[in-house]
DNA sequence: CTTCCTGCAAACAATTTGCAGACAG
DNA sequence: CTGTCTGCAAATTGTTTGCAGGAAG
């Protein structure tokens, strides 16, 4: 578990390393990622963020993630059909359990997955940038509700 | 391994089976997906029918895609920037390993995540469905070339 | 014959881009 | 001041859809 101020801070911190510049609008949608239990969308983060910053755009939303994803601070998962969705508090491959009815998305606790991935290496030759694993299923919840 | 002529023949019993028609088209789109050795993309498989087919179109092709999915004859591999990938030859889920320079996908021997979605599933409570594990990586050919 | 399929074109939706004016540093 | 960022609108692209004619069964 990482606290708030700290994901918060940190991705600031490696904005201004990097020279880019801090707007109102980059520092609300950081606090959005950074405070988000969940995995959100563009468009969730844009409605959020326009309840503060009005004028805001979507294209603003997509440019500031992309900046994020480029220096490695929000992890964007893709989806083809739906919209992609954002992990601020966890950038780097992780896990994930998707249900497929009510679309929440959650961290599971997995280990092994990176001994998995040293030995696929090794046997390969390949040389392992990142890693997607994707449960999909239904969740207690959405089983219970028929 | 499974030979060529077993997999055109399940899909094509499968689509009997389930009441859809024959037509040269598909029979063209199955022996594609029962033959090609990597994990083509709808324009791939496209361009290759029109060699045979000339008057065809890429809806089509996402059509009896559409239809191969939904009777589990072929595994759609998403991503939301490039274009989308099937495989025919394993249509249940299985890990691949993709190069992010030649886009090419392998399918690598990787056991013990069988027992990871079992033991996810007993933790969690959720009814597991399918679930998706990617690699991305440089292949030894692409490392070589810099 | 009847229903499903094909081919064409237009529609879609998420994401990206170009540009002029605004603002951070 | 200067270069980057914002906001707007238009473009992009892979995929989907509606419909009329054509073919499978």
């Given at each position: 578990?990482?606290n708030?101020?700290s994901?918060?801070?940190s991705?600031?911190?490696?904005?201004?390393?990097?020279?880019?510049?801090?707007?109102?609008?980059?520092?609300a949608?950081?606090?959005i990622?950074?405070?988000?239990?969940?995995?959100?969308?563009?468009?969730?983060?844009?409605?959020l963020v326009k309840t503060?910053?009005?004028?805001?755009?979507?294209?603003?939303?997509?440019?500031?993630?992309?900046?994020l994803?480029?220096?490695?601070?929000?992890?964007?998962?893709?989806?083809?059909?739906?919209?992609n969705?954002?992990?601020?508090?966890?950038?780097d491959?992780?896990?994930?359990?998707?249900?497929?009815?009510?679309?929440?998305i959650?961290?599971?606790d997995?280990t092994?997955?990176?001994?998995?991935?040293?030995?696929?290496a090794?046997?390969?030759?390949?040389?392992l940038i990142?890693h997607?694993?994707?449960?999909?299923?239904?969740?207690?919840?959405?089983?219970?509700k028929?």
């Amino acid at each position: 578990m990482q606290n708030i101020p700290s994901r918060f801070d940190s991705m600031l911190r490696k904005l201004r390393e990097m020279g880019y510049r801090i707007t109102p609008q980059r520092l609300a949608i950081l606090k959005i990622l950074a405070e988000s239990k969940g995995h959100p969308g563009a468009e969730d983060i844009y409605a959020l963020v326009k309840t503060d910053f009005p004028t805001t755009t979507i294209a603003t939303v997509y440019k500031t993630l992309a900046v994020l994803k480029s220096i490695g601070e929000v992890l964007e998962l893709e989806f083809s059909g739906d919209y992609n969705r954002y992990d601020g508090k966890k950038p780097d491959s992780h896990p994930h359990l998707i249900c497929i009815k009510c679309k929440r998305i959650v961290d599971p606790d997995l280990t092994s997955l990176d001994e998995m991935a040293a030995k696929l290496a090794s046997q390969t030759g390949y040389k392992l940038i990142s890693h997607r694993l994707d449960f999909y299923g239904i969740c207690p919840e959405c089983q219970q509700k028929g």
